[in-house]
């Protein structure tokens, strides 16, 4: 099973990134997939989800509007938009997965994280 993000980097606040979490080694279209985020001395928090079952959708408050979560199932992947960066969305970024339809419960795999930058 694994995880594989992709896509953080160094950004300028107001610009934007594309996180990529890449699937494999499970099924799927089985599986919801959230984000996550840890900043340096802060706890981890979740950032988003998309469901596997309806594709219902969570974002935590402080990123609605910002950023956007979309899967491809062909592609076996979950991307993060997100734009108007901000320097507190400065952190380490993971994506997970639950077993499950629903965004609810807990997360059975994780990746390794991509660090997210954003200068002010």
């Known amino acids: 099973v694994q995880l594989v993000e992709s896509g953080g980097g160094l950004v300028q606040a107001g610009g934007s990134l594309r996180l990529s979490c890449a699937a494999s080694?499970?099924?799927?279209?089985?599986?919801?997939i959230g984000w996550f985020r840890q900043a340096p001395g802060k706890e981890r928090e979740g950032v988003s989800c998309i469901g596997s079952g309806d594709g219902s959708i969570y974002y935590t408050n402080s990123v609605k509007g910002r950023f956007t979560i979309s899967s491809d199932n062909a592609k076996n992947a979950v991307y993060l938009q997100m734009n108007n960066l901000k320097p507190e969305d400065t952190a380490v970024y993971y994506c997970a997965a639950l077993a499950g339809r629903y965004c609810t419960g807990g997360y059975d795999y994780w990746g390794q994280g991509t660090q997210v930058t954003v200068s002010s």
């Open positions: 080694g499970f099924t799927f279209d089985d599986y919801s």
